[in-house]
């Protein structure tokens, strides 16, 4: 298969998207850039979880330094995928380390480094998401771009961390169609202010709810010290592929709105990705990531016995240098936040899942794919009515 790509500029989709597809498809292409230019977030129909504000963006890149990018991949009938990438800073990941944890709400699924955080509370690579049948690809290529880093020349081991969802509804997983350049394009284009959303990236091919799911992304602004202090910025990332009973807002919609594919089953899974600049250890960090999957269960998530449910978190304060960087000080001073103040960021943690996940369903475009599989976007105009009725 011959692969093009170019960077999408148009269709209000944001720096750091990229799509790669065979010839002959950039019809399709045009007319998604088109639909995602007038769908809404949820802001934009009065859904604002919470009562902390969102920063600049709503965005997971609202947090300073961090940085997203997609590389979305369409060929001919079949082929709907893709992988987005997440940096939390604009240097060398492995010799300036920041402290992650993970937490698992039900582990079907695959995240590979996962059990190399745990141990160390650290994370040293870009986080990406992608299918199932592509996270061992992907974790080859970080390697791969991450040990061609300048000042990597000696490094002998390398984490990558990946994380998935099945896609294969609507795309041709078997066929492995992520390609080293896909991961290449989705860490170079990676880039700070607003997030390309819906049916992008590692979003794609993904259906939530039994609608079309994929990338949703949101943020929050909190003081931890009184009105005089600093303002800490909280923000998340998801990608969407689960199931469950749609809950918008406290509303039933799956009861007014009914999918074109039933859902009641639950299966598929949810990745999350949570970031902050407020200076958290694992340990707080492991309690943050626990948090946001209260906001994902207010969606009407059911957590099925085939669900892969994984939040990884991290802090882009008190970066862990590596012996890589030639710092030989055996002890390290670092700030960390008081117990006591960790709350505020709890609430806002959670309440940003839920707007995100909302992002990824009011942003998402119809997909057609393999054997001719639909999976159509939610429609607006009903939800807006339903929030009417339900005085939202």
């Known amino acids: ?12 989709l944001a720096g750091g998207a990229w799509t790669w597809m065979a010839a002959g498809a950039p019809q399709e292409i045009r007319e998604a850039e088109l639909q995602a230019s007038e769908r809404p977030r949820a802001r934009d129909l009065g859904i604002a979880p919470g009562s902390f504000e969102p920063g600049m963006w709503n965005a997971i890149t609202d947090v300073p330094g961090v940085r997203v990018g997609h590389a979305t991949v369409i060929a001919g009938d079949d082929v709907r995928t893709g992988v987005t990438a997440i940096l939390p800073h604009a240097g060398n990941l492995y ?72 896609d294969g509804w609507l795309n041709d997983i078997r066929g492995r169609h992520v390609r080293a350049e896909h991961v290449r394009q989705a860490l170079t284009s ?36 009184g009105a005089a202090s600093r303002p800490h910025t909280v923000g998340v990332l998801v990608q969407t592929n689960y199931g469950g009973r749609l809950t918008i807002a406290g509303i039933p919609v799956w009861q007014h709105v009914p999918p074109p594919r039933r859902e009641d089953s639950g299966d598929g899974s949810c990745m999350i990705v949570v970031a902050t600049d407020a200076p958290l250890d694992a340990r707080q960090l492991r309690r943050l990531a626990a948090r946001a999957i209260l906001g994902m269960a207010r969606t009407g998530a059911s957590g099925s016995h085939g669900s892969g449910d994984y939040v990884i ?30 709350s505020p960021l709890l609430l806002a943690v959670s309440d940003a899942t839920e707007e995100a996940i909302y992002n990824s369903l009011f942003r998402a475009t119809t997909v057609r794919g393999r054997s001719g599989h639909t999976a159509e976007a939610i429609p607006i105009a009903p939800v807006r009515e339903l929030l009417r009725k339900y005085g939202r």
């Not at 093009?4 to 500029?9: K, N, R, T, V």
């Not at 995240?111 to 990406?128: D, F, H, K």
């Not at 304060?317 to 008081?338: F, H, K, M, Q, Y």
């Open 313 to 342: 978190a991290f802090s882009t304060t008190n970066r862990i240098r590596s012996a890589a960087s030639g710092d030989e000080v055996p002890t390290a001073a670092v700030e960390l936040l008081r117990e006591e103040r960790l």
């Open 95 to 166: 010799r300036e380390k920041v402290a992650a944890a993970l937490h698992i709400a039900n582990a079907f699924g695959k995240l590979v480094g996962s059990t190399q955080v745990a141990e160390l509370g650290q994370l040293e690579t870009p986080i990406l998401l992608t299918n199932t049948l592509s996270v061992w690809d992907a974790a080859a290529a970080l390697a791969e771009w991450m040990l061609a880093l300048p000042g990597n020349e000696s490094v002998r081991s390398i984490n990558p961390v990946v994380g998935e969802t099945n």
């Open 190 to 225: 990676a880039s700070d202010g607003p997030v390309a959303e819906g049916s992008v990236g590692a979003g794609t091919g993904t259906i939530a709810f039994g609608w079309k799911g994929g990338i949703g992304t949101s943020s929050r602004r909190v003081r931890l010290g």
């Open 1 to 12: 298969m011959r692969w093009l790509g170019f960077l999408i500029l148009a269709g209000g």
